[in-house]
């Protein structure tokens, strides 16, 4: 989470470092450009990025048949390569899907 968060805080604000300079340089305490980020802004862009985390969160739930987070369990997972399956005991994803077309 923490450097999608520190994009998104920085979000809009890129622009007044780049192209000569890198984005860090405007975010970190140390940085060149650190007198020109506005905390503020980049508060309510981190804000609409964790409330739209949270509503894909409760869409993904919703389309399992599940009304919550709790209701997700080991049973809800698959895998996409055989590897993965193996590696985490999770059946792959195309042997379930064979059990639909019979």
Request: net charge negative; aromatic share 10%.
């Amino acid at each position: 989470m923490g450097s999608i968060s520190l994009f998104a805080i920085a979000h809009l604000q890129i622009l007044k470092t780049l192209p000569y300079e890198p984005v860090t340089q405007l975010v970190w305490y140390s940085g060149k450009d650190r007198h020109e980020f506005n905390a503020s802004v980049g508060a309510k862009h981190l804000y609409k990025f964790l409330n739209a985390c949270n509503e894909e969160i409760r869409e993904a739930v919703r389309s399992m048949g599940k009304t919550s987070v709790t209701d997700i369990n080991r049973d809800d997972l698959f895998a996409l390569d055989e590897l993965t399956a193996k590696g985490l005991g999770v059946p792959i994803c195309y042997e379930d899907c064979r059990s639909f077309n019979n």
